[in-house]
Structures are given as structure tokens and as C-alpha cells.
């Protein structure tokens, strides 16, 4: 990945933020931005150029005229998409992100077909689903924002209640990036010793429901979705494929089997680097886990049967 060009469909809040974010810590080479918003991202690539002046490397931040312009990248992150508003139905939502994601992946197919894709958009799981029936590529160059975000969004939970440092606290979030996430902090430790040692079952109970609801308590004080976590999150994940580190973080991505699941994108623990998803990373569930996870499955599954519904893949 000589080039270590990163392209970021989507120069909102939360992509703007993650290409900033990569700009400051000098992970690319060259960020190319585009949204469909006239000037957009123009105004902010060249407000971010001139940022990256202080930045420890420097970095080349352009913007894009054209969807076409995002060309030979080693990794496209997608944030495009619309929020649900007024009466419009979970059905009518998945249908219009659908299609934008469509247009997108088409031409990134075209113009970067080498890329790894980041998918962010929401429904996340069902979208991360999307990419892999637009492209057709390997498994491992299609992968989904979900635990990166979720993880850390718990681990900061958990130096609430413990005060301990978040920077040792591990993250695990499986399943739907969704409301039926499944935060295992039973499962993780604080430095060397496991969290169960050092908190109450009460306690677990509450840092699950406040991971669950992290969105949207940022909603409720800001009146929109955060962006500086989802931003940082990704950049995370890029810099673990752009520096072949086989870094362990939760991600949609499409099974094969794994955990008795195929054909579906969904959160579970991958190994990061340079070919995307380098592995995914089996764990042993206990029953209600497994239950949970089912569950987690199923409301993705849902939504792909909306898409197939609607003739969704077979439209040209």
C-alpha cells in the first residue's frame, strides 16, 4: 500500500471528523473527500489542508468533483446515506440508503477497484451487506464500523464507574450495530485482571444499557449523532489495514459459517491488516449469548429480506 490513499464518500459530520482525524495523525499519504452538497467538501479539505500544517506528517487532503474522481484508493469509507425522519418506515429508510449506497459502490468498484471498503452507513449491518452483493468481492475487502465504536463507547462507561484508565479496559461488542448490540464486558479485562473481579453483576447490568444507549444519549444533548467517537473509530480501523498491525476489533462483516451463520453481515471480532479482514475470530458463547446473538441476526436478516423484497439486487 505504497500509496496509502484513503477516499471518504460522505463529508458530514462524522466523515469530515474521521478524515481529519487521519490528516492529524499522519496515517495517509493523500485523503480524497466527496459529498453530493456543493462545496462541502471542498471548503472542508481545504480548511483540513491547512490544518495539517501542525500535524507530525504531513498530509495531502483534496476533495472530489465527481463520485468518479475517488480513484485508486487502497481503502474507501462510505459514510453517505440519509437519517430517518418524520413517518418514513424502517422499509422506506433501508430502500433510500440502499440505492445511495448502490451509486457509491458502483463507482468504487469502477474507480478503486482494489480498495478495501469501510462501511459506516446506517442500517450498518444491512448496508456492510449491500457492499458485498454491489461488488461481488472477497469477504475480507468488505467490512462494516460497528465494535470499534461500540467498544470504546463501553470502555468509557466503564472508567466512569471504576475510574480507571479506558486506555487499558478492553472493548467487546458483538451482533447488530443496533439496538440489539450484545456488550460483553464479562468477558473483557481492566489491565490483567477480568472486569467481573472488580465490579458487581448490578453494575455489568448497567454498563450493558448504558453502552446500548450511548447514541442516544449524545442525541439527547447535542439534538444529532455524535461524530468525534464514530470519526476516531474509524480511523482505528484504517490505520490497522493501511499499517498491517492485525489489530482484534468487532466489525460487521460478512460469515461464512462462523458461529453457524451465512450470508449475513453482522458484529463480530476480526484480525485487522493489510488484506482487510485477515481472520475472524471465533468465540465460545454461552447459551444466552447464542440466544442473543440470534436475535442480533435475525433483525439484519429482516432487512435484507425488505431489499429482496423490493426486487432490491436485481435492478440494474
Not at 457492499?131 to 465494535?147: E, H, P, S, Y
Not at 472486569?195 to 439534538?223: C, F, P, Q, Y
Not at 484504517?238 to 453482522?266: C, F, H, M, Q, W
Amino acid at each position: 500500500m505504497a500509496g496509502r490513499k484513503v477516499g471518504i464518500v460522505g463529508a458530514g459530520a462524522v466523515g469530515a471528523t474521521a478524515a481529519y482525524t487521519l490528516s492529524m495523525m499522519g496515517t495517509c499519504h493523500e485523503v480524497v473527500l466527496f459529498d453530493i452538497a456543493p462545496g462541502v467538501a471542498k471548503g472542508k479539505a481545504i480548511d483540513m489542508a491547512q490544518a495539517s500544517y501542525y500535524a507530525p506528517q504531513g498530509t495531502i487532503v483534496t476533495a472530489a468533483e465527481t463520485a468518479s474522481d475517488i480513484k485508486d484508493c487502497d481503502i474507501v469509507v462510505i459514510t453517505a446515506g440519509v437519517p430517518r425522519k418524520g413517518d418514513m418506515t424502517r422499509a422506506d429508510l433501508l430502500m433510500i440508503n440502499a440505492k445511495i449506497m448502490k451509486d457509491v459502490v458502483t463507482n468504487i468498484k469502477e474507480n478503486s477497484p482494489n480498495a478495501i471498503i469501510i462501511c459506516v452507513s446506517n442500517p450498518l449491518d444491512v448496508m456492510t451487506y449491500v457492499v458485498k452483493q454491489i461488488t461481488g468481492w472477497d469477504n475480507n475487502r468488505i467490512v462494516g464500523l460497528a465494535g470499534a465504536l461500540d467498544g470504546s463507547r463501553m470502555a468509557y462507561q466503564i472508567q466512569k464507574l471504576t475510574g480507571y484508565s479506558a486506555r487499558q479496559t478492553g472493548s467487546l461488542v458483538i451482533g447488530d450495530h443496533g439496538e440489539n448490540m450484545i456488550p460483553l464486558p464479562q468477558k473483557i479485562s481492566v489491565g490483567d485482571i477480568p472486569l467481573a473481579e472488580l465490579i458487581s453483576e448490578s453494575d455489568m447490568e448497567g454498563i450493558i444499557d448504558r453502552t446500548k444507549n450511548g447514541g442516544a444519549e449524545i442525541v439527547k444533548h447535542l439534538g444529532t449523532s455524535g461524530y468525534y467517537g464514530p470519526g476516531r473509530a474509524i480511523a482505528h480501523m484504517v490505520e490497522a489495514i493501511l499499517n498491517d498491525s492485525k489489530t482484534i476489533v468487532s466489525s460487521s462483516v460478512i460469515l461464512n459459517g462462523e458461529y453457524g451463520y451465512k450470508d449475513v453481515a453482522v458484529g463480530v471480532p476480526v484480525v485487522l491488516g493489510a488484506n482487510g479482514v485477515e481472520k475472524i475470530i471465533e468465540m465460545e458463547l454461552d447459551a444466552e449469548t447464542k440466544e442473543k446473538f440470534a436475535l442480533s441476526v435475525s433483525s439484519i436478516q429482516d432487512g435484507i429480506d425488505i431489499l429482496n423484497e423490493n426486487n432490491f439486487f436485481e435492478e440494474k
